[in-house]
């Protein structure tokens, strides 16, 4: 059941470039999207969101752009600095039907280089 | 800033036995979740919980699993009789509000080892 997919594994930028990561989902159902962050031995940490009423959602150096037409989402970190190498993970949520569980990608591992 | 915490950090229990995993969410949320991630996988929801009660559960939520408030600070989670495949981390996590936002805040874990 692969609702939420990243298909990138890892990615490698420089420090001071542009991070896209990119997720895609099958749920039309889905309304809210978010980005979490994750260091090894932490739990994961809440970067961003977006509604689905929204195509964009800026905080500081972290934007996320949603396509619903496409079902693709990407987060964009400008400047990347060394201190963003960690797993990015999608996620999806429903709203506040069945809970507002969170259905989750399976993470793209981001280093930045100095 | 308020925290989930998570106790312990780690448990290595044997199979068959029952173990609790505590948590303890964010003092004002409303929502309380528990979710896993095995070794090299994603991570997956267990259990939502509000208002006292199991608002949704997932296949891998069966009758081994329970959870409880059992005051007003601590959120548990007891698997009855471990497996080997119970072995992972489990995050809680809650949320701020029943309607609006939905990010939830997690905690940072418990690694349950079952040998």
């Known amino acids: 059941d692969q609702q939420v997919k990243q298909n990138s594994p890892s990615l490698s930028v420089q420090e001071g470039r542009i991070s896209i990561l990119n997720c895609d989902y099958t749920?039309?159902?889905?309304?809210?999207f978010l980005w979490y962050k994750k260091y090894p031995a932490e739990g994961p940490t809440f970067l961003i969101s977006?509604?689905?009423?929204?195509d964009k959602n800026e905080d500081g150096r972290f934007t996320v752009f949603l396509n619903k037409s496409a079902k693709h989402l990407s987060l964009h970190i400008v400047p990347s600095q060394p201190g963003d190498s960690a797993v990015y993970f999608c996620?999806?949520?429903?709203?506040?039907?069945?809970?507002?569980?969170?259905?989750f990608g399976q993470g793209t591992e981001l280093s930045v280089k100095p | 800033e308020p925290e989930v915490t998570q106790t312990p950090s780690h448990q290595v229990t044997q199979m068959g036995q029952e173990v609790i995993l505590r948590c303890v969410p964010i003092?004002?949320?409303?929502?309380f979740y528990w979710y896993r991630q095995i070794l090299g996988q994603k991570v997956e929801f267990l259990v939502s919980?509000?208002?006292?009660?199991?608002?949704?559960k997932s296949e891998i939520f069966d009758d081994q699993f329970s959870v409880e408030r059992p005051d007003g600070s601590n959120f548990t989670l007891k698997i009855r009789s471990t497996k080997l495949e119970d072995s992972a981390m489990y995050f809680c996590?809650?949320?701020?509000?029943?309607?609006?936002?939905?990010?939830?805040?997690f905690g940072p874990g418990t690694r349950l080892t079952v040998t």
């Open positions: 003092s004002n949320h409303l929502y």
């Open positions: 996590a809650s949320r701020p509000r029943a309607g609006g936002l939905y990010e939830q805040y």
């Open positions: 749920n039309s159902m889905f309304d809210y």
């Open positions: 977006i509604s689905s009423i929204k």
């Open positions: 919980f509000y208002n006292n009660e199991i608002s949704e």
């Open positions: 996620a999806a949520s429903t709203g506040p039907h069945q809970g507002g569980k969170l259905i």
